[in-house]
């Protein structure tokens, strides 16, 4: 079963910075850029999850749920990428990684890459 912890640690930090930050930090950008970040996460859970459908978009909630938003979308990638790839929940991996296809090396190579966008969204919102 894949070992999604590092994707699971990643948003629970940058959730707790973004809990922490002040009013104004959030008001410069790092809310606008946690929800950037919620919004693709949340895209990607939802295409593993329900392949051939188009994704709901998060909605903006305000400043002082970006935090909360990033870590339910985080929560909801790593509970697909486990059951894409044959742990409990998901569809299997049809909606993994941008061709398509899957196995279990897409569903690796889509647990990497959202471990760096969290670590990319974290650097950028400075927080």
């Known amino acids: 079963m894949l070992d ?3 994707l699971e640690t990643a948003v ?7 809990r922490a930050a ?3 930090r959030l008001r410069r950008g790092a809310a606008a850029q946690g929800l950037e970040l919620a919004r693709e996460l949340a895209v990607r859970a939802q295409r593993i999850e ?13 400043l002082f749920t970006v935090a909360d938003q990033v870590a339910v979308a985080g929560h909801d990638l790593a509970a697909a990428l486990r059951g894409a790839d044959g742990g409990t929940g998901g569809g299997g ?10 196995g279990a090396d897409a569903v690796a ?11 990319a969204a974290a650097r950028r919102c400075d927080c």
């Open 4 to 6: 999604v912890t590092p």
């Open 12 to 18: 629970d930090r940058l959730a707790d910075r973004l």
């Open 22 to 24: 002040p009013r104004s």
């Open 50 to 62: 329900f392949p051939g459908r188009e994704p709901l978009v998060m909605p903006e909630a305000g």
């Open 93 to 102: 991996t049809e909606g993994v990684g941008t061709g398509g296809g899957g």
């Open 109 to 119: 190579a889509e647990l990497s890459e959202a471990v760096a966008l969290v670590g």
